[in-house]
Nanobody
């Protein structure tokens, strides 16, 4: 089993920045991909970004490309999502996820999930 705990959400004005963290514990060596997704009420969970643990290759949704950066800290077993130039449409609950190898944008490919952290961007 692997446990993921997100932190860093909050309320920010449009144009501002936030950094989300996702700390992993448990059998973390079994998962090689970490991703960030977001969800608003009544909508399906949406892909934001993904990072491959070994090698560090990344991929982003078009809607956040150039504004968000995903990174990892091997020593802390933590993944970050740096969010800049935030827009009201970025408001959502953000979830950290882990998979054994799948690195795509379909949330159903991920095996472990955190509890989510709320990000609210005011206009």
């Amino acid at each position: 089993q692997e446990q993921l705990v997100e932190s860093g959400g909050g309320l920010v004005q449009a144009g501002g920045s936030l950094r989300l963290s996702c700390a992993a514990s448990g059998r973390t060596s079994s998962s090689s991909v970490r991703g960030w997704f977001r969800q608003t009420p009544g909508k399906e969970r949406e892909f934001v970004a993904v990072i491959v643990w070994f090698g560090g290759s990344t991929s982003y949704a078009d809607s956040v490309k150039g504004r968000f950066t995903i990174s990892r800290d091997n020593a802390k077993n933590t993944v970050y999502l740096e969010m800049n130039s935030l827009k009201p449409e970025d408001t959502a609950v953000y979830y950290c996820a882990a998979s054994y190898g799948y690195r795509g944008s379909d949330y159903r490919g991920y095996h472990y999930w955190g509890q989510g952290t709320q990000v609210t961007v005011s206009s």
